[in-house]
């Protein structure tokens, strides 16, 4: 079945630094979703890319989309102590049964002062 | 996230016990989904709900059954439970083509 694979598992950085997590699909996607789930929390939903190469901005996060539509990213600029959480890639692609959401495993990103 | 909620926020049972799961929304959306979270394995799709009376399973449906006489809820029942189903259990719902919104999550136990 599809798989979404996501790196690094786990990241810790002083606050400040940069931050990116990549998320890879064994298949072409329709498109991409990104989440954040704060310790103890729920998944939230951050932002969806659809078109091949698109980058999409918000505040200090920058989003990519892979020109194959299989490959996607996150970056965080200057992080801080609110950016703590782990955050989840979901791909979508076409079935039979309409859109489902695969989601990688995730990257736990810890901030340090 | 007000609009969709879960009930309990955790549970206690006892193996081979029947135990459901409440997910309930004020939107009308009309695709919800019940996904598990494990360490090491990220969020899986257990069962999803295109409309009312309309279900289909997804990734890891064995032990579980859902239902969806009404499109603001959609149970989730663990016919007899095992300690594999030990989980954090979220019900989400899709409005159209575009994220999902969460549930706050069923914190479940099995003894």
């Known amino acids: 079945g599809q798989q979404v694979m996501q790196i690094p598992q786990y990241q810790h950085v002083q606050e400040g630094e940069d931050f990116t997590t990549y998320c890879n699909s064994s298949?072409?996607?329709?498109?991409i979703q990104w989440y954040k789930q704060r310790p103890g929390g729920h998944p939230v939903f951050l932002i969806q890319?659809?078109?091949?190469?698109e980058v999409k901005k918000q505040k200090r996060l920058t989003f990519q989309f892979g020109e194959a539509k299989k490959n996607s990213s996150l970056h965080i600029t200057a992080t801080q102590t609110t950016d703590v959480g782990t955050y989840f890639c979901?791909?979508?692609?076409?079935?039979?049964?309409?859109?489902?959401?695969?989601f990688g495993t995730g990257t736990q990103l810890k901030v340090e002062l | 996230d007000a609009g969709i909620t879960q009930s309990p926020r955790y549970k206690i049972t006892e193996t081979g016990r029947q135990v459901t799961l409440m997910c309930h929304q004020t939107?009308?959306?009309?695709?919800m989904f019940w996904y598990r979270q494990d360490l090491g394995h990220g969020l899986r799709l257990i069962y999803y709900?295109?409309?009312?009376?309309?279900?289909d399973k997804g990734e890891v449906p064995d032990g579980y059954v859902v239902s969806r006489s009404k499109t603001e809820n959609f149970p989730l029942t663990l016919e007899s439970a095992t300690r594999s189903q030990t989980s954090v259990y979220f019900c989400?719902?899709?409005?159209?083509?575009?994220?999902?919104?969460f549930g706050s999550g069923t914190r479940l136990t099995v003894v």
């Open positions: 989400a719902s899709r409005r159209d083509d575009y994220g999902y919104t």
């Open positions: 298949t072409t996607l329709s498109n």
């Open positions: 890319l659809v078109k091949s190469g």
């Open positions: 979901a791909g979508n692609i076409l079935t039979g049964g309409g859109n489902k959401l695969t």
């Open positions: 939107w009308s959306h009309s695709y």
């Open positions: 709900s295109a409309a009312a009376d309309i279900t």
